[in-house]
């Protein structure tokens, strides 16, 4: 059961690493705008962008953070995911 536990936590740690590493990719992106987006582009839009719009919709219900140029949903996604990265290192002792 020891061994089942360890996989799977460093299975989800492995994931949690490579969509922190695609959301720097589109920040990235983000600070070089172009008028035709590439493929590289749209598909990491498409892969981050189900994890964003849940922290986007709920901040704007709640009215925080409107018309600041920072997308601050990206950086509290990003927080989240960073926190629940902690939380498995600490699962993992």
């Not at 589109?26 to 035709?36: L, V, Y």
């Not at 590439?38 to 409107?66: C, N, S």
């Amino acid at each position: 059961m020891a061994v089942f536990m360890y996989v799977l936590v460093s299975t989800l740690s492995l994931l949690i690493d490579m969509f922190c590493l695609i959301m720097l990719v589109r920040a990235i992106f983000s600070w070089f705008p172009t008028e035709n987006e590439g493929k590289l582009q749209r598909v990491v839009f498409h892969m981050t962008e189900p994890i964003i719009a849940p922290v986007r919709k709920f901040l704007w219900r709640m009215g925080w953070f409107q018309g600041l140029p920072i997308d601050m949903s990206f950086m509290i996604t990003y927080l989240l995911l960073t926190l629940l990265q902690l939380s498995l290192s600490f699962a993992m002792l």
